[in-house]
């Protein structure tokens, strides 16, 4: 079980660092998010791993709108 968490850990860890470049990879990243929130992220707090990833997807947002405006 240790291990399992572990490894769920690490790959979350990776979704957040990974800079999405497509719709597809928002999506796994919402996944993520949801994953680790137990469901629908309906907020986001100013701590934890679901909010990290939904500032992660904002700042992927918008480096795709700079890539397409440039």
């Known amino acids: ?15 957040l660092n990974m800079p999405a470049k497509t719709l597809d990879g928002l999506k796994a990243k919402i996944r993520c ?10 907020s986001i707090s100013i701590d934890g791993l679901a909010a990290d ?13 700079v890539a397409h405006i440039s």
């Open 33 to 42: 998010a949801e994953a680790w929130a137990g469901g629908e992220v309906a």
């Open 53 to 65: 990833i939904m500032f992660s997807i904002i700042e992927d947002i918008e480096s795709m709108s």
């Open 1 to 15: 079980m240790k291990r399992a968490l572990a490894m769920s850990e690490q790959l979350e860890e990776q979704n």
